[in-house]
C-alpha cells in the first residue's frame, strides 16, 4: 500500500467533489441547512390539545369549569357542540383531540354535594398522547374543584386538606429548565452527520456503474489505496461539516458546549468513519447508485431516527435492540449529548467510542477484502 | 401514444428484472423494515434506570425504594453509597434518575413541624425521557405520602366525576397509531427512490440523449418513466397493508376501496416530486442527495413525530404543503377512524393540488433541460 497512490486518489475525489458545485453544497453544507430546520420541527415544549366541549349545563358553573382547563392555551376549544350535535365528525375530520360533555344538571348535582359525571371523550389513536392529556385533564379538574371548595367552603373540602408531609424536591441536571431544544440539537446532529457516508456511497457505486472502476483497475492503483484515497476525503468532508453542524448548535442555537472541542473533532471523525464503513459495505453489495440510495435508506437513515434514542430511549425488544446498537448513530447521539451538555471527558464515553472503533473497523476491514477479490 | 409509452414502461421493466438485486430489495427491505420498526416504537416507555442513595436506611426508606420500583416506568439498577457515585452513573449515561433520601428522613417525618425531603435528581440530556421519569417518581411519592399520612387512596368521592370513554384505540396499543405511519413512510420513501433516479441516470449515462431523439413526446417520457414507479409504490403498498392488517392485527375500518384510491393519489404525487428533481439534478449524485434532503424534511413535517397544531403559525403553512402529512391523516382516518371521503376530501384536495403543480414544474423543467 502506498501513500502516495493513495493521496492521489484522494485528491481525484476531492476533484470530484469541488468541481461539481451542487454536489459540494449538498455534502458540506445540507447538514448544517437540515440541523437548523429539523430543530425548530422537534424541538417543542408545548403540547396543544384541542377539545370540543357541549355543555348541556350551560350555568356559571359549568362555564367556569371550561374556562378554568383552558385558561393557560394547553388546552383549546375548537368546537362548541350543540346539544344534540354528534360528536363522530370531529374526529374523524381530526378537528379535535377531545370532547367534553358537561351533563344537565351539572351545577346542582355539584353544589348539593353529589358528585356529577363528566364525560370525557378521547380520541385514542394516539396512545401516548391521549394518555397524557387525560393525566393533565384530571389534574386541571381536581383543582378546579379545590378551587370552587376554597371559594364557597363545603365541597369535600375536608378531603383536600390532607396534610402534606413529604416534599418532592426535583431538578434536572445538564438541562435545567428541561427544554426540548437542548437535547434534540446534539441529537439531530449525528443523524444529520450521515449525509457524508452517503455521498461516499454514491460515489463508489457511481465508479461501478459508470464502468471508470474498470480503468482504474488498470493503474498500479490497488484496491486497498483506491478505498482509502476515496474514504480520506469523504471522512474530511465528513468532519468538515461536522465541525459546521456544531458551529449551527452552538452559534444559532446556543447549546452549550461543556465538552472539549478536541474530543468533540475526534469522535466526530470516529463517527464519520463508522459510518462511511457501512456504506462502504453498501457500496460493494451494488452494482448502481439507486440500490445504493435505497440500502442506505432502509438500514441506515430511516432506523436512525427511530431505533437510536433519538427520541426515545432504544428499545428493549432484542432484535431492534441489537440493530440499535450496529448503527453508528446511537452511539453519536449519546457522545453528542454528553459533549454538549454534560461536559464529560473521554473516559466517560470510552463505551460508545470504541462501539463506533469496531464498527469501523469491522466493516471497512470486510469491504476491504471483498472488494480486492473482485478487482483481480 | 399508448403503445409508445407501454414500450418505454417495458423497457424500464427489462432494466429493472436485469437489475434483480435492486427488484429483490425493493420487495422485502419494506417489509422487514415494517416489522423491526414497529417492533420497537411500540413498546411503552418502561424501566428507565433508577440509582437510588438511601442515606436513612430506615423501614420508611425502604418503602419509598420499594414504591419507586413498584412504578412501570423505573427500575431500580444500581444502589450507589455517595452522591459522587451517581453523579458518575448519570454522566456515563448509564442511569436517568437519581433518588437521594438524606439521613434523618425518616426523623422529619415523624415531626409534623419539619418536612421530609425526597431529592431527584433526572438526567435532562434527553427530555422526554427525563420527564417521564421524574412524572413516574413524583406520582409512586405523592401516593406514599397519602399512604402514610393514613389516607386511603380515592376514597373521598369527588364532587366533579371525570369519565374518560376512548374512541378508537380503548387500550391506549401504542402500535395502532406508528404502524400506519410506518406504511406511509415506507410507501412514500420506495416510490421516491424509484422514481427520483429515472432520468438522472439516464442522462448521466448518455442515454437521455438516445431517448430524445426518439418520436416520444416529453408527456410520454415523463408518463412512461412515471407508470413503473406507480405500479412498483402501489405494490408495495398492498403488501404494507396485508403486513399491517395480518401481522399487526390493525383494524381496516373504513373502505380498503377509497384507501387504495387515495394512495393512487399520493403515489402519484411522489412520483412527480421525484420526477421533478431527477429533472434538476444534473447526476444520480445530486439527485440522490436532494431526495434526502426533502425526505428529511417531510418527515419532520409528517405530522408522525411532532404533531402539527403544535408547530409555530409559519411552519404549519409550509407542512400544509407536505403530501406525507396528508397522506398519513387519510391512513389513519380510513383504517382506525372509518372515516370516509367526506371527512377527508380537504385532504385528498391539499395533496392533489400540490401533486399537480409539481407535474405540472416538472414537465415544465425537462422540456427546458432537454432543450
Known amino acids: 500500500m502506498s501513500l502516495q497512490r493513495m493521496l492521489v486518489v484522494a485528491r481525484k475525489e476531492l476533484t470530484h467533489i469541488t468541481r461539481d458545485m451542487r454536489l459540494f453544497v449538498l455534502v458540506t453544507l445540507a447538514p448544517a441547512f437540515l440541523l437548523i430546520t429539523l430543530s425548530y420541527v422537534f424541538a417543542l415544549d408545548v403540547e396543544r390539545v384541542d377539545i370540543g366541549v357541549q355543555n348541556r349545563d350551560n350555568t356559571s358553573l359549568s362555564r367556569e369549569l371550561v374556562s378554568h382547563i383552558t385558561a393557560d392555551g394547553d388546552f383549546v376549544v375548537v368546537a362548541w357542540l350543540g346539544p344534540s350535535q354528534r360528536i363522530e365528525p370531529l374526529f374523524t375530520r381530526g378537528k379535535a383531540d377531545m370532547v367534553l360533555v358537561i351533563p344537565r344538571g351539572f351545577a346542582k348535582t355539584v353544589l348539593d354535594g353529589d358528585s356529577a359525571p363528566v364525560q370525557c371523550v378521547v380520541d385514542g389513536v394516539d396512545a401516548v398522547a391521549a394518555s397524557q392529556s387525560i393525566a393533565i385533564l384530571e389534574g386541571r379538574v381536581n383543582a378546579f374543584v379545590a378551587k370552587v371548595a376554597r371559594s364557597r367552603g363545603g365541597l369535600g373540602a375536608e378531603a383536600l386538606a390532607g396534610t402534606r408531609v413529604l416534599e418532592v424536591k426535583d431538578r434536572a441536571w445538564y438541562n435545567k429548565a428541561l427544554k426540548s431544544l437542548m437535547s434534540i440539537v446534539p441529537g439531530l446532529l449525528a443523524v444529520v452527520l450521515s449525509m457524508p457516508a452517503l455521498a461516499l456511497a454514491l460515489a463508489l457505486a457511481k465508479e461501478k456503474e459508470r464502468g471508470s472502476l474498470e480503468s482504474l483497475i488498470v493503474t498500479p492503483v490497488r484496491g486497498s489505496e483506491y478505498l482509502g484515497g476515496k474514504l480520506l476525503t469523504y471522512v474530511v468532508s465528513g468532519v468538515v461539516s461536522g465541525m459546521l453542524a456544531w458551529a449551527v448548535a452552538t452559534f444559532w442555537f446556543g447549546v452549550p458546549f461543556r465538552g472539549g472541542l478536541v474530543e468533540f473533532l475526534l469522535l466526530t471523525a470516529d463517527y464519520v468513519v463508522a459510518s462511511m464503513g457501512i456504506s462502504l459495505l453498501v457500496a460493494t453489495f451494488v452494482r448502481n447508485q439507486q440500490t445504493a440510495m435505497f440500502l442506505v435508506l432502509m438500514i441506515f437513515f430511516i432506523p436512525s431516527f427511530f431505533l437510536s434514542g433519538l427520541l426515545r430511549p432504544v428499545a428493549d425488544e432484542p432484535i431492534a435492540r441489537a440493530f440499535a446498537y450496529a448503527l453508528p448513530s446511537t452511539h453519536f447521539i449519546t457522545i453528542s449529548r454528553a459533549l454538549f451538555l454534560k461536559g464529560v471527558g473521554l473516559a466517560a464515553l470510552s463505551g460508545p467510542a470504541l462501539a463506533l472503533l469496531a464498527i469501523g473497523l469491522v466493516c471497512q476491514g470486510f469491504s476491504l477484502r471483498l472488494f480486492d477479490k473482485k478487482l483481480t | ?371
Open chain 2, 1 to 371: 401514444m399508448i403503445l409508445r409509452i407501454r414500450n418505454l414502461v417495458w423497457k424500464e421493466f427489462i432494466q429493472l428484472r436485469r437489475d434483480w438485486v435492486m427488484a429483490a430489495f425493493i420487495l422485502t427491505l419494506p417489509v422487514l423494515q415494517l416489522i423491526l420498526l414497529a417492533s420497537a416504537t411500540t413498546s411503552s416507555i418502561d424501566d428507565l434506570s433508577v440509582a437510588v442513595v438511601d442515606r436513612d436506611r430506615s423501614s420508611v426508606s425502604r418503602r419509598v425504594v420499594t414504591s419507586l420500583g413498584n412504578r412501570e416506568e423505573l427500575e431500580i439498577q444500581y444502589v450507589p453509597a455517595t452522591l459522587e457515585q451517581a453523579r458518575h452513573l448519570l454522566d456515563d449515561g448509564a442511569t436517568i434518575l437519581a433518588v437521594v433520601i438524606r439521613e434523618g428522613f425518616s426523623a422529619a417525618l415523624e415531626r409534623p413541624s419539619e418536612t421530609a425531603a425526597v431529592q431527584l435528581i433526572a438526567d435532562g440530556s434527553n427530555d422526554l425521557v427525563a420527564d417521564i421519569a421524574l412524572g413516574a417518581a413524583r406520582a409512586a411519592l405523592v401516593d406514599l405520602a397519602g399512604e402514610e399520612a393514613g389516607l386511603p387512596p380515592r376514597a373521598h368521592a369527588s364532587p366533579i366525576e371525570l369519565r374518560t370513554t376512548v374512541r378508537y384505540n380503548p387500550t391506549f396499543d401504542v402500535k395502532v397509531f406508528t404502524v400506519p405511519a410506518q406504511v406511509g413512510f415506507i410507501v412514500y420513501q420506495v416510490t421516491l427512490t424509484v422514481a427520483s433516479i429515472g432520468l438522472a441516470r439516464e442522462r448521466e449515462l448518455g442515454t437521455l440523449e438516445q431517448l430524445i431523439v426518439m418520436p416520444l413526446s416529453r408527456l410520454e417520457l415523463v408518463v412512461g418513466k412515471a407508470i413503473p414507479a406507480l405500479i412498483v409504490g402501489m405494490l408495495n403498498f398492498a403488501l404494507m397493508v396485508v403486513v399491517a392488517i395480518f401481522g399487526f392485527g390493525i383494524p381496516m375500518r373504513g373502505s380498503l376501496m377509497l384507501l387504495i384510491g387515495l394512495t393512487l393519489v399520493f403515489v402519484a404525487v411522489q412520483i412527480g416530486y421525484g420526477i421533478f428533481i431527477s429533472g434538476i439534478a444534473h447526476t444520480q449524485q445530486q439527485a440522490i442527495l436532494l431526495v434526502f434532503v426533502l425526505a428529511m424534511v417531510d418527515m419532520a413535517f409528517s405530522g408522525y413525530l411532532v404533531p402539527i397544531k403544535n408547530l409555530p403559525m409559519v411552519l404549519q403553512t409550509f407542512a400544509e404543503v407536505a403530501p406525507l402529512r396528508h397522506y398519513l391523516t387519510i391512513l389513519r382516518g380510513v383504517m382506525l377512524k372509518g372515516a370516509d371521503l367526506s371527512a377527508l376530501w380537504q385532504h385528498a384536495v391539499a395533496m392533489g393540488v400540490t401533486g399537480l403543480l409539481v407535474v405540472a414544474l416538472a414537465v415544465r423543467n425537462l422540456s427546458r433541460s432537454l432543450d
